[in-house]
C-alpha cells in the first residue's frame, strides 16, 4: 500500500480526492510558465494506495506515473489546463486532470480529474 505520508505535504493547489477508504493523491507545485514543459515540472506524480486498486476495480499501479512529453498533451486556454497523462507497460490507463490558474499566477488548484484504468466505464471525482 502507498504511504500518504512518504508522499510529504501536498504542495500549493494540490488536492487529495477521495473514495470512500481510498485516495489519489495529485501534488501539485508552483509553477508561473505555462508550456509543454509545465506538465513535468507541475505534476510531479499520481499514486494510488491499494485501497484506490480495490474500490476502482481496476489496475492501478501503486507507484508514480511518470510523464513525458511524446504521450503528453497541454491544452491551454489562458487560466485552466487539461493535461491528460498516460502510464506506462501493461497496465496503461488515463489521467485526465482539469485545473485552473490562482490569481496570484504560480499556485494552480486542481478541479476535476478522470481515471480510466482498463475498463470501460469512467469513474469522474469532483472536489468537495
Request: glycine share 10%.
Given at each position: 500500500m502507498a504511504s500518504l505520508e512518504r508522499l510529504g505535504r501536498?504542495?500549493?493547489g494540490g488536492a487529495i480526492l477521495s473514495f470512500g477508504s481510498a485516495f489519489v493523491v495529485y501534488d501539485l507545485v508552483r509553477t508561473?510558465?505555462?508550456n509543454s514543459s509545465y506538465v513535468k515540472e507541475a505534476l510531479q506524480?499520481?499514486?494510488?494506495s491499494e485501497d484506490a486498486?480495490?474500490?476502482?476495480?481496476g489496475v492501478i499501479r501503486p507507484q508514480p506515473v511518470h510523464l513525458f512529453g511524446s504521450q503528453t498533451r497541454v491544452l491551454n486556454d489562458g487560466a485552466r489546463?487539461?493535461?491528460?497523462?498516460l502510464g506506462?507497460?501493461?497496465?496503461d490507463g488515463h489521467v485526465h486532470?482539469?485545473?485552473?490558474r490562482l490569481p496570484d499566477g504560480n499556485?494552480?488548484?486542481l478541479d476535476r480529474c478522470i481515471l480510466n484504468v482498463e475498463w470501460p466505464e469512467e469513474k469522474q471525482f469532483v472536489l468537495k
Amino acid at each position: 500500500m502507498a504511504s500518504l505520508e512518504r508522499l510529504g505535504r501536498i504542495a500549493a493547489g494540490g488536492a487529495i480526492l477521495s473514495f470512500g477508504s481510498a485516495f489519489v493523491v495529485y501534488d501539485l507545485v508552483r509553477t508561473s510558465i505555462m508550456n509543454s514543459s509545465y506538465v513535468k515540472e507541475a505534476l510531479q506524480l499520481v499514486e494510488a494506495s491499494e485501497d484506490a486498486r480495490l474500490a476502482f476495480g481496476g489496475v492501478i499501479r501503486p507507484q508514480p506515473v511518470h510523464l513525458f512529453g511524446s504521450q503528453t498533451r497541454v491544452l491551454n486556454d489562458g487560466a485552466r489546463v487539461s493535461v491528460p497523462i498516460l502510464g506506462k507497460g501493461d497496465e496503461d490507463g488515463h489521467v485526465h486532470i482539469e485545473a485552473t490558474r490562482l490569481p496570484d499566477g504560480n499556485t494552480w488548484q486542481l478541479d476535476r480529474c478522470i481515471l480510466n484504468v482498463e475498463w470501460p466505464e469512467e469513474k469522474q471525482f469532483v472536489l468537495k
